[in-house]
């Protein structure tokens, strides 16, 4: 049995940019207002972190800030996942010299690869680490497909311990395969509990940026055996997930922060303001849910 990273909603956490660098005493404020507000964990310089636009300074200045203000409360987790495997393993030890507790490690993108390319991928970066790692799913963004079969032969590596998965449709077929020597966690803000019912452990979540308690306490109520309330909350908060997707994420979620008033930072190019008809279904789907400015103070 691999040990559990952690159980219940991690937060993938935003990056708030200034015009030129990263405002690190923002995000001490919003990794701190996540730590007080019952995240389980903190997943730093993921896709909702626009990993991708950052230079590898501020890629591993990052996740130390992260790390030095959350100073043990709850697991930090590093995205370190690019599609060089040789940049990827040198992330993935500097992640491990900051002092993160494990590894966000997406597929390949662009270059992708085979199956057997991915088995050497992730083989190569877990090897080159003694922190667990969870592999990220997200065919998507990446073009590329983890198959059940390969989560089988990655989760015999022994510091392999878990999967963000996006693809839910394939989670029967991984559990069956790969029992409980991998752990899984929704990718999907949307089919938590679909996950939670297939034996998932919790989501690395986009909306917990703005509803920590409510995901938190979405995955315990479920895993603590009233299923039925669970789903009453999943079904709920459908509507804000949707609009919080209706564009490229992170640029919703962020606007949503600006709505609140927590300044989440500008969005690195090629990213951009929300389209003004989206942005009017968003503030409608947080008012829905009582989200509106004011109800969050750092």
């Known amino acids: 049995m691999k040990k559990k990273l952690f159980t219940g909603s991690g937060v993938a956490i935003v990056t708030p940019f200034t015009e030129t660098c990263i405002d690190f005493e923002k995000l001490a404020l919003l990794t701190e207002y996540q730590v007080q507000h019952q995240t389980d964990a903190i997943i730093v310089c993921g896709t909702t972190g626009e990993s991708a636009t950052m230079t590898n300074e501020e890629h591993i200045a990052t996740i130390k800030c992260v790390v030095d203000t959350v100073k043990g409360r709850i697991p930090v987790i590093a995205g370190t996942g690019v599609n060089d495997t040789r940049h990827s393993i040198l992330l993935s030890q500097a992640a491990e010299e900051a002092g993160a507790d494990g590894l966000l490690t997406v597929t390949p993108y662009y270059n992708k690869t085979t199956q057997a390319g991915l088995c050497e991928h992730f083989k190569c970066i877990a090897e080159n680490t003694s922190l667990p790692v969870v592999l990220y799913n997200v065919p998507g963004r990446t ?9 089988e032969k990655l989760c015999k590596i022994p510091n392999i311990n878990a999967v963000k998965e996006c693809n839910l449709l394939q989670i029967p077929e ?19 509990t679909m996950c939670l019912g297939a034996g998932g452990l919790g989501v690395i979540s986009v909306v917990a940026n703005i509803m920590p308690e409510y995901v938190h306490t979405m995955v315990k109520t479920f895993l603590d055996g009233d299923q039925k309330t669970a789903w009453d909350m999943q079904l709920k908060v459908l509507d804000l997930v949707n ?4 564009e490229v994420n992170p ?4 606007e949503a922060m ?17 389209a003004p008809a989206n942005r009017a279904r968003l503030e409608k789907a947080m008012a829905d849910m009582g989200v509106v400015k004011g109800s969050i103070v750092l």
């Open 143 to 151: 073009g590329i497909n983890i198959n059940p079969e390969t989560y």
């Open 174 to 192: 991984t559990v069956k395969r790969c029992g409980d020597e991998l752990n899984i966690y929704s990718g999907e803000d949307g089919l938590v």
């Open 243 to 246: 609009a919080l997707f209706c």
């Open 251 to 254: 640029i919703p979620v962020k």
């Open 258 to 274: 600006d709505i609140l008033g927590l300044d989440s930072g500008r969005r690195r190019l090629p990213l951009v303001p929300m």
